[in-house]
């Protein structure tokens, strides 16, 4: 074998295993391995559940008017003492009346009475206090009043109601957060009905009764809940 074969075979060998080694030209990118997944492939299980549970049924409240039904109202106020507690209030033996528009649910009005008769804070000496002068002077100002100015949708189920509250003769507005409960024939009644939950938060201060605020808040949170009543509808 002459000494320029014996060469030339070491060096064909070393390109041979070279080209063997190297990566073929169409394998895929390793970065395609780690491509985003598609809009769907992300999608969770939490986003799939929101996308097929069913809309809130809309609830029916036939057009009319509506008397509250005072052993089904209760109007709750609630604060904080000094940050160690948070006693609360009921204002009970509610009037009112409602009148529902369905087809126009802004032309609906609603108007309450709350005597301070019916106020009762679950301690007799505590509500004397609440009657008196340093609170809401009950001798004085016997009753509290709530006169819708605006009713409008907020939703399915929903309703923004603002109107003018008045308490020892000071009037200020106030919007209330509604969640429409129920409608339709009481089961009982056999009348037409309606039910409501209702919240807000006031300052006490606005309406005179403001007393050993900040330390006992000067802010009041309501929490509502309402039943109302039509007449029977004419054979």
Known sequence: M???????????????IAACSKPADTAAPAADAAAPATT???????ADAAAAAPAAEAIQIASGTYKLDPSHTDVLA???????????????????????????????????????SGL???????????????FFDAAKFADATFKSTKVEAAGTNKLTVTGDLTIKGITKPVTLDVTVNGGGEHPMAKVPAAGFDA?????????????????VSDEVNIRITTEATGEKPAA
């Open 78 to 116: 609630q604060w904080s003492h000094f940050g160690f507690s948070h006693p609360s209030a009921h204002f009970g033996n509610a009037e009112g009346t409602l009148v529902y528009n369905a087809e126009d649910v802004t032309k609906s009005t609603v108007e309450v009475k709350l005597p301070l």
């Open 199 to 215: 919240t807000t938060t006031l300052k006490r201060s606005d309406f005179g009764v403001g007393a050993y605020a900040p330390n």
């Open 120 to 134: 009762n804070s679950f301690t007799a000496k505590f509500d004397e206090h609440l009657k008196s002068a340093d």
């Open 40 to 46: 769907e492939q992300a999608a969770t299980p939490a």
């Open 2 to 16: 002459s000494a320029t074969r014996k060469l030339l075979l070491p060096l064909a060998l070393t390109l041979a």
